[in-house]
């Protein structure tokens, strides 16, 4: 560890250390709301990428709770921080946000960050934010980076409406059931993938949603090497079947057509009578009336219309 910085040990983590520190911290150090759990976002890849705010705050809190100390301490050291850190992370998250709330109920103040981006978005901080509010300490978040929201205001496609996967299940059937869901999303759709895995995550995409569906890949975003590549899924696979895949992705792929959709119910109606169409509504429970309305509907027709057609073929 280097001799700018000191860590806490996950043992210290329920005691209260002095509030005494020398020069402009401590005068800093008033101005924050005693016993506050303040989420900092921190950068993704470049380190210019900090809010002030969540730099005044790193430098007065009483406590830095990280996913992966050895990391953040490049952060700190970059920034002349030398707030006592503690892990906080996947493997020991409830256990010690329990001794953070802890800490938390005495007064201390505790910023919690992750390795990259916005903790508790697809983080353990999720955790330690939930027992918080259920203690009734209070919980503040400091805006800043965010892969996914990066890659999406790079990738080109529809940005108003959205959803964020994060790292697909690795257990095959919640893999499968999530994938099986994605395939009528129409709303873009934003992944995170480790270089390792990209290939594999390709071709159950590919299986899910089709080769043709339009992406973009985004990789090592605001870094040197900084990637922002549109695609299709054939096109990613195609590259990667003879290039190793290098640092983390974010993959932005195109939802389906809202008329794609439309157009494969059309289909799928197009094998029953009208009579069967309504009547496999009425077998759901529905009145007849609303069975012909909804009939009507998938068919782009007028309820009259669906009527007078069970009408005329009653007669005959």
């Known amino acids: 560890m280097s001799d700018k910085h000191r860590e ?14 020398s020069g402009s911290g401590g005068a800093a150090r008033a ?22 705010r969540v730099l005044n705050t790193l430098k007065t809190v009483d406590l830095i709770a990280a ?15 030398h707030t006592p850190m503690t892990s906080y992370h996947e493997y020991n998250k409830v256990e010690k946000a329990r ?12 910023a919690l960050i992750t390795d990259a981006g916005t903790p508790a978005i697809s983080d353990p901080g999720e955790e330690l934010v939930r027992q918080c509010l259920a203690a009734g300490v209070p919980v503040t978040s400091l805006p800043g980076p965010s892969a996914c929201v990066t890659a999406l205001t790079l990738s080109g496609l529809p940005s108003r409406r959205f959803c964020f996967e994060a790292f697909l299940p690795s257990e095959k059937k919640e893999r499968r059931w999530i994938l099986e869901e994605l395939k009528d999303e129409t709303r873009t759709v934003i992944l995170y993938e ?3 895995h990209l290939t594999a995550t390709l071709g159950d995409l590919k299986e899910a949603l089709g080769g043709a569906r339009r992406m973009t890949l985004c990789r090592e975003l605001t870094k040197k090497h900084e990637e922002v590549w549109q695609t299709t899924i054939d096109g990613a696979l195609e590259r990667f079947a003879g290039e190793e895949p290098r640092g983390e992705c974010v993959l932005v792929l195109e939802g389906r057509t809202i008329e794609s959709r439309r157009e494969e119910q059309a289909r799928a109606w197009d094998g029953l009578t009208v009579e069967e169409h309504v009547a496999s509504y009425e077998a759901q429970g ?12 998938d068919r782009g027709l007028s309820r009259r219309d669906i009527y007078r057609y069970l009408m005329e073929h009653e007669e005959t």
């Open 67 to 81: 996913e992966d100390t050895r990391n953040s301490i490049k952060l700190l050291n970059h920034y002349d921080i």
């Open 8 to 21: 806490e040990s996950n043992e210290s983590a329920g005691s209260v250390p002095s509030r005494s520190r």
């Open 31 to 52: 101005a924050l709301p005693a016993g506050t759990l303040y989420i900092c976002a921190t950068p993704i890849g470049n380190l210019e990428d900090i809010t002030l």
């Open 194 to 196: 480790a270089p390792h």
């Open 286 to 297: 529905l009145p007849r009336k609303e069975a012909m309305r909804q009939a009507a509907r």
């Open 99 to 110: 001794a953070l709330v802890a800490r938390l109920q005495e007064g201390d103040s505790i």
